[in-house]
């Protein structure tokens, strides 16, 4: 089992930029597939990037592409989200997530397995 704490998030402008972390502790980081995700009121969580196990492999979804880059370091137990030219409809709670199943990249929330308790992120105009 892995244990996730995030960090990083908080009120930012319009055109600003953010760093999240994701720290695991547990079981090998390395074994886990590993995902941003968010989730706004009133709204379902949908998956923000995802990362394979050995970081070779990303997705982004449409609404970040080209903002956003996920990372991790796997000596560090560590993922990353970097976050570039925040727009208000950015604002969300951003979860991390683990996932042990099959697959580099897994796209959607159902496929993982564990989840950190998220961090606010706030883009104003």
């Known amino acids: 089992q892995v244990q996730l704490v995030e960090s990083g998030g908080g009120l930012v402008q319009a055109g600003g930029s953010l760093r999240l972390s994701c720290a695991a502790s547990g079981r090998t980081f390395s074994s886990y597939v590993m995902g941003w995700f968010r989730q706004a009121p009133g709204k379902e969580r949908d998956t923000v990037a995802t990362?394979?196990?050995?970081?070779?492999?990303?997705y982004y979804a449409n609404s970040v592409k080209g903002r956003f880059t996920i990372s991790r370091d796997n000596a560090k137990n560590t993922m990353y989200l970097q976050m570039n030219s925040l727009k208000p409809e950015d604002t969300a709670v951003y979860y991390c997530?683990?996932?042990?199943?099959?697959?580099?990249?897994?796209?959607?929330?159902?496929?993982?397995?564990?989840w950190g308790s998220g961090t606010q992120v706030t883009v104003s105009l």
């Open positions: 990362i394979s196990r050995s970081g070779g492999n990303t």
């Open positions: 997530a683990a996932s042990l199943k099959a697959g580099s990249i897994l796209p959607a929330p159902v496929f993982y397995d564990y």
